[in-house]
């Protein structure tokens, strides 16, 4: 008998090149792109971003939760089951990623201390090096 897969846990999830990538990068104005793109986790990461700079937390808390649940479904389409590495590495990780992060900088500032704790805890095990990008400690 042969023995298929990864003996050490799931393989590492790699996500598709986000469509909306390239009119961020090319400096279009993030709600028009997630507008046009509205299954973008980049693009509500953005605003989300954008958003806590500029201290609007509640809409950075909107945005960013927003983002995290299309990333999901994103991250469910392309094989991941719930739990196993979703590398930094991988740009197009990235939209995922930092909508988990900007999600757990706004609950940090909303004082949602249980959402705080989730969202460190699934950062990190996705990639501990997306925790240390993101400032997620």
């Known amino acids: 008998m042969s023995v298929h897969g990864n003996l050490l846990g799931p393989e590492p999830t790699r996500l598709p090149v986000d ?3 390239a009119a961020l990068a090319a400096g279009e104005d993030p709600a028009d ?4 793109n509205p299954a973008s986790s980049l693009a509500w990461a953005t605003l989300a ?3 806590l700079a500029e201290k609007h937390t509640v809409a950075a808390y909107a945005y960013a939760r927003t983002g995290y649940h299309r990333g999901l479904d994103l991250l469910r389409r392309n094989g991941w089951k719930g739990f196993g590495p979703v590398p930094w590495a991988h740009e197009p990780n990235r939209g995922v990623l930092r909508a988990l992060g900007a999600l757990y900088r706004a609950a940090e ?3 949602e201390t249980d959402e705080v704790e989730r969202l460190r805890t ?10 240390a990008a993101l400032g997620v400690s």
């Open 19 to 21: 469509p909306a990538a």
């Open 33 to 36: 792109v997630a507008a046009a």
């Open 49 to 51: 971003e954008n958003a």
């Open 109 to 111: 500032a909303i004082g």
């Open 122 to 131: 699934f950062i990190t095990e996705s990639d501990p090096e997306a925790a």
